[in-house]
């Protein structure tokens, strides 16, 4: 596993990070969950991404981690780890579990902690920006979990260019630089070129993308179709049929003839295009099995792409 300096911090960030947005909630197989978070450990990955409401049930993951950190983490190897947790969409009923308050992202905070059983998290998100709340209201408490010792570093996740620009600008002079955002981006979305990255670079703030594989679009999973134990086929899950359109699968089908000649698998391609970009600071990954989770981080096998390659992608994403 290489290691990459997040931003101008002095904090490095595995190249691949485990994100437990799916697999690591009540409803799923816990010696499953932890199986894949001590593979993960062992294979490099020191990064470990929850938010409050991951689950289901909502702060289940967050229960379930703590689980996995006594049960294996004990000791110096929590100074080995670096946990991350978040709060800005809806955990609680009421007016306090939502958006971007001081009350509700330092009362969340406090519940991440005795969730998970431990002192402090590494990393603690504001998870999407409030149009409702002024933004140095939500910086403040950023600044504030710092200052408390309730969390080491501060990140942003969901702002846009010009929303990143403030927040980045207000920790500034809070005293508390903002280390990293966290921004949906693959092969699939790409917002974060125009003009996000160009924001975090001149600010020396990190960038990790999550859902790199669109969730799961870009596997072989739908090269011919939507299969019957897809995401897409199920009505409660983020990606929708609609989504799995006829031009799209063409398209998934020509990136995989691509990848194919890499000697990679179209979701290891996925993967490794995303690191060509040197913004990009690590590569958030889900995985629902150990065998998974290997395979994505078998991407950093081939990492290098030639023009040619980089050419016939655009062509075929464009």
Same mark, same amino acid.
């Given at each position: 596993?290489?290691?990459?300096?997040?931003?101008?911090?002095?904090?490095?960030?595995?190249?691949?990070?485990?994100?437990?947005?799916?697999?690591?909630?009540?409803?799923?197989?816990?010696?499953?969950?932890? $199986?894949?978070?001590?593979?993960?450990?062992?294979?490099?990955?020191?990064?470990?991404?929850?938010?409050?409401?991951?689950?289901?049930?909502?702060?289940?993951?967050?229960?379930?981690?703590?689980? *996995?950190?006594?049960?294996?983490?004990?000791?110096?190897?929590?100074?080995?780890?670096?946990?991350?947790?978040?709060?800005?969409?809806?955990?609680?009923?009421?007016?306090?579990?939502?958006? /971007? =308050?001081? @009350?509700?992202?330092?009362?969340?905070?406090?519940?991440?902690?005795?969730?998970?059983?431990?002192?402090?998290?590494?990393?603690?998100? $504001?998870?999407?920006?409030?149009?409702?709340?002024? &933004?140095?209201?939500?910086?403040?408490?950023?600044?504030?979990?710092?200052?408390? /010792?309730?969390?080491?570093?501060?990140?942003? =996740?969901?702002? =846009?260019?010009?929303?990143?620009?403030?927040?980045?600008?207000?920790?500034?002079?809070?005293?508390?630089?903002?280390? *990293?955002?966290?921004?949906?981006? =693959?092969?699939?979305? +790409?917002?974060? #070129?125009?003009?996000?990255?160009?924001?975090?670079?001149?600010? /020396?703030? /990190?960038?990790?993308?999550?859902?790199?594989?669109?969730?799961?679009? %870009?596997?072989? @999973?739908?090269?011919?179709?939507?299969?019957?134990? $897809?995401?897409?086929?199920?009505?409660?899950?983020?990606?929708?049929?609609? #989504?799995? !359109?006829?031009? +799209? &699968?063409?398209?998934?089908?020509?990136?995989?003839? &691509?990848?194919?000649?890499?000697?990679?698998?179209?979701?290891?391609?996925?993967?490794?295009?995303?690191?060509?970009?040197?913004?990009?600071?690590?590569?958030? *990954?889900?995985? $629902?099995?150990?065998?998974? %989770?290997?395979?994505?981080?078998?991407?950093?096998?081939?990492? #290098?792409? !030639?023009?040619?390659?980089?050419?016939?992608?655009?062509?075929?994403?464009?």
């Amino acid at each position: 596993m290489k290691y990459n300096r997040c931003g101008k911090s002095g904090l490095l960030l595995p190249e691949i990070s485990l994100g437990l947005w799916h697999n690591f909630g009540s409803v799923d197989n816990f010696e499953n969950a932890e $199986s894949i978070a001590v593979e993960a450990f062992d294979k490099g990955i020191t990064h470990f991404d929850l938010a409050n409401n991951y689950g289901p049930v909502p702060g289940s993951a967050e229960t379930n981690f703590g689980k *996995i950190l006594w049960h294996n983490f004990q000791g110096n190897l929590r100074d080995e780890i670096i946990i991350s947790t978040k709060a800005g969409y809806t955990m609680w009923d009421g007016p306090y579990g939502d958006w /971007g =308050s001081r @009350k509700y992202l330092l009362s969340s905070l406090d519940q991440s902690l005795k969730r998970m059983k431990v002192d402090y998290v590494d990393i603690f998100y $504001s998870h999407r920006p409030d149009p409702e709340t002024p &933004i140095e209201e939500t910086m403040q408490a950023l600044d504030y979990a710092v200052r408390s /010792g309730k969390a080491l570093y501060v990140g942003i =996740s969901n702002y =846009s260019a010009e929303q990143t620009r403030v927040a980045v600008d207000v920790l500034k002079q809070l005293g508390t630089p903002c280390l *990293i955002h966290q921004a949906k981006y =693959s092969m699939l979305e +790409r917002w974060v #070129e125009n003009g996000l990255l160009d924001v975090l670079e001149e600010k /020396g703030v /990190g960038c990790i993308a999550f859902s790199p594989l669109a969730q799961g679009l %870009l596997t072989d @999973k739908y090269l011919n179709g939507i299969p019957e134990n $897809s995401r897409a086929h199920n009505p409660n899950g983020h990606l929708k049929e609609n #989504e799995v !359109t006829a031009e +799209r &699968i063409q398209k998934l089908v020509q990136l995989n003839e &691509i990848a194919l000649n890499r000697n990679q698998s179209l979701a290891q391609m996925a993967l490794a295009w995303l690191q060509k970009d040197k913004r990009i600071t690590s590569v958030l *990954i889900g995985a $629902s099995s150990v065998r998974q %989770l290997n395979n994505n981080i078998d991407c950093l096998q081939s990492l #290098e792409f !030639t023009q040619d390659e980089l050419n016939a992608i655009e062509n075929i994403l464009s």
